[in-house]
C-alpha cells in the first residue's frame, strides 16, 4: 500500500519560511519522481515541483522558482520542500505526490497523499 505522509505546514507571514516533509512508502522511491502540488480554494490544481529520482531533473513551477528548494533522500524515502520568501498567493494545501520517472509537467500524479496546509499572511 502507497503511502505519503506530509507534514511541516502551518502558518507564517508573508516573507516568512517554511520546509515540508513528505515520508513514502509502499512502492521503490528511486524509481520514481516524487514532488508536490498545490489547491487553493477556488483555483485549478497547481504542480509546484518534482524531482525525479532516476535521472535527478528538478521541475518548478514559474510562481515558485528562486524562492522554494526541493530535495530527496532515497536512504529516508523523503522529500522536501524548502519554501522561502513565501507571499500570501502560496497560501493552499500542498499534497506531496509520486509521478512515472518520464513526466516533464506535473500534471496526473499516480499517487498522492492527504495534504498539508499552508496559510500565509499578509
Known amino acids: 500500500e502507497v503511502q505519503l505522509q506530509a507534514s511541516g505546514g502551518g502558518l507564517v507571514q508573508a516573507g516568512g519560511s517554511l520546509r515540508l516533509s513528505c515520508a513514502a512508502s509502499?512502492?521503490?522511491?528511486?524509481?520514481?519522481?516524487v514532488g508536490w502540488f498545490r489547491q487553493a480554494p477556488g483555483k485549478e490544481r497547481e504542480g509546484v515541483s518534482y524531482?525525479?529520482?532516476?535521472?535527478?531533473?528538478?521541475y518548478y513551477a514559474d510562481s515558485v522558482k528562486g524562492r522554494f528548494t526541493i530535495s530527496s533522500s532515497s536512504a529516508k524515502n523523503t522529500v522536501y520542500l524548502q519554501m522561502n520568501g513565501l507571499k500570501p498567493e502560496d497560501t493552499a494545501v500542498y499534497y506531496c505526490?509520486?509521478?512515472?520517472?518520464?513526466?516533464?509537467?506535473?500534471?496526473?500524479?499516480?499517487?498522492w497523499g492527504q495534504g498539508t496546509q499552508v496559510t500565509v499572511s499578509s
Open positions: 524531482v525525479n529520482n532516476v535521472d535527478g531533473t528538478i
Open positions: 509502499g512502492f521503490a522511491f528511486e524509481h520514481y519522481a
Open positions: 505526490a509520486v509521478y512515472m520517472r518520464t513526466v516533464v509537467q506535473p500534471m496526473d500524479p499516480l499517487w
